[in-house]
């Protein structure tokens, strides 16, 4: 198991009796003045930790609402930097975990991102495009950091791959519940149940399934069989429709399955 306090955060639910909720926020949609505000909100409302989405120009892994919140953002000057700078303004005790690709890391400067993460009280990264072979690129710089390079595992991925990556995961795994972008969907491949059980058993940390998951419907069936869910695109258009009774629901609806 890995020694993050990601981790530890998503055990904790666990050992209550309750799978994990992560909600998705993009950073700077709505402004950077609210950032902190919408962290606070989340973390009273039960997030267990925020991912936080980094405004890009080039998001091949979003769907069209948090691809929209990322233009909002970038119309505003959100940038990396200028986000690290607001985290690191205010502290918050909820884990967070900083989604972004890795061109705005190299642009930034991988060794200075790190720091600015640590300062920031980040406790976890994702970067979609940065294949697992080439993770030394930011793993190496990780190293004595509470920070944990979270992997994503694809619906697509061979048994062999699977479980090699899930075998070194730090913080949990990310498993992705359909086969392309994120956003909302209706339904989810027949196989799947099969292939979330199949991945924790493999797994060394929490596995929490992400991708399409936008109804307390759908957040209770995937809770009840995994470790935790993560919900980026009803979150962040219940953010942008000013709908926090929405946000509520859904962590609560994470709240009423346990894992088994």
């Known amino acids: 198991m890995s020694n993050f306090s990601l981790t530890a ?8 009796g309750q799978s994990a909720f992560i909600p998705y926020m993009m950073a700077g949609d709505g402004g950077l003045d609210v950032l ?12 267990d930790a ?27 000057g959100v940038t990396l930097r200028k986000v690290m700078s607001e985290l690191q303004a205010q502290l918050h005790s909820i884990p967070l ?12 400067g991988v060794l200075e991102f790190v720091e600015d993460c640590d300062l920031a009280g980040v406790k ?6 940065l294949p697992h072979e080439e993770r030394g690129l930011l793993s190496n710089a990780l190293i004595g950091k509470d ?8 619906l697509t991925s061979s048994p062999e791959r699977i479980e090699k990556i899930a075998r070194n995961a730090e913080g949990f795994v990310y498993a992705v519940t359909v086969n392309g972008i994120t956003g909302v969907r209706s339904s989810f491949r027949s196989d799947l149940m099969d292939h979330l059980s199949d991945l924790r058993s493999v797994s060394n940390v929490p596995v929490l399934a992400g991708f399409g998951i936008s109804t307390s419907k759908q957040v209770r069936h995937f809770s009840a069989i995994t470790d935790g869910v993560i919900v980026g695109s009803a979150i962040v258009t219940a953010f942008h429709e000013e ?12 709240r009423t399955a346990v894992s088994q």
């Not at 902190?36 to 997030?47: K, T, V």
């Not at 975990?97 to 930034?108: C, K, R, S």
């Not at 976890?124 to 495009?129: E, H, M, N, R």
């Open 9 to 16: 955060s998503i055990l904790k639910r666990n050992e209550e």
């Open 36 to 47: 902190h505000e919408r962290i606070s909100f989340l973390e009273e409302a039960g997030a």
């Open 50 to 76: 925020i991912e936080i989405g980094i405004p890009f120009s080039d998001p091949v892994a979003d769907g069209e609402v948090i691809q929209e919140a990322g233009s909002r953002a970038i119309k505003r």
């Open 97 to 108: 975990v900083v989604m972004t690709y890795l061109n705005p890391v190299l642009a930034y």
């Open 124 to 129: 976890g990264l994702i970067i979609p495009d």
């Open 147 to 154: 920070i944990a390079l979270v992997p994503l595992i694809s």
């Open 243 to 254: 709908n926090l009774e929405k946000i509520q629901t859904l962590i609560k609806a994470g």
